[in-house]
Structures are given as C-alpha cells and as structure tokens.
C-alpha cells in the first residue's frame, strides 16, 4: 500500500500563487507516475497535471502555462506550483500515484485525502 498526505492549499486572491505539495509513504517502489486531480463539488474529478518518475509532465490545457508540476524522487515528494490562480481553479486538490505501468488517462491507483484551494476574485 501507498499513503500519499497533500499539504499546502489554502485561500489566495485571484493572480495569486500557491504551492502544494504531497508526501508518499510505504511501497514506493511499486509506483511510478503521480499526479493532481482536483473536483468540484458535483463535478468529476478531472486531471490537473501527471509526473512519471523520470520527469515525463502531462498537463491538463485549463492549467497549461501557470501550473507547474515537479517531483523530488529522494523525498519521495511531488509538488504542483500555481501561478496566476483565477476563481475557477477553486476546487478540492487531490494527489494520486499510479502503480507501475500505469499511467493518465488511467485513474490512479492510490489517492491522498485532498486539500482545499480557494481562488477569491
């Protein structure tokens, strides 16, 4: 099993910046790619940005060219830096891991407990 603990939402004001960033825990050696989802409440849960293990980026294009997604494989970490944050980014951000071989347009496999951003206009 994979634990996977987000940090870092919060409220910021439109235009604004925030970093999350999300911890793995136990079998890391079975997955590779990992990832943000984030959901609104009555709305899929839809991609926000995927990382594999050697650095391969999938971005969502609502997110493309102010969100960056990076990964620290040493710490076990990923990160997802938001710039230029608009009112419609608000939504309950999620980190995923997929086990090996698998990989977006998949669901991960493993799931964090999300973390709240709020963009205020």
């Known amino acids: 099993q994979v634990q996977l603990v987000e940090s870092g939402g919060g409220l910021v004001q439109a235009g604004g910046s925030l970093r999350l960033s999300c911890a793995a825990s136990g079998s890391i050696f079975s997955i590779n790619a990992m990832g943000w989802y984030r959901q609104d409440p009555g709305k899929q849960r839809e991609l926000v940005a995927t990382i594999t293990r050697l650095g391969s980026t999938n971005y969502a294009d609502s997110v493309k060219g102010r969100f960056t997604i990076s990964r620290d494989n040493a710490k076990n970490t990923v990160y997802l830096q938001m710039n230029s944050l608009k009112p419609e980014d608000t939504a309950v951000y999620y980190c995923?891991?997929?086990?090996?071989?698998?990989?977006?347009?998949?669901?991960?496999?493993?799931w964090g407990q999300g973390t709240q951003v709020t963009v205020s206009s």
């Open positions: 995923a891991a997929y086990r090996r071989g698998r990989n977006y347009p998949l669901m991960g496999d493993y």
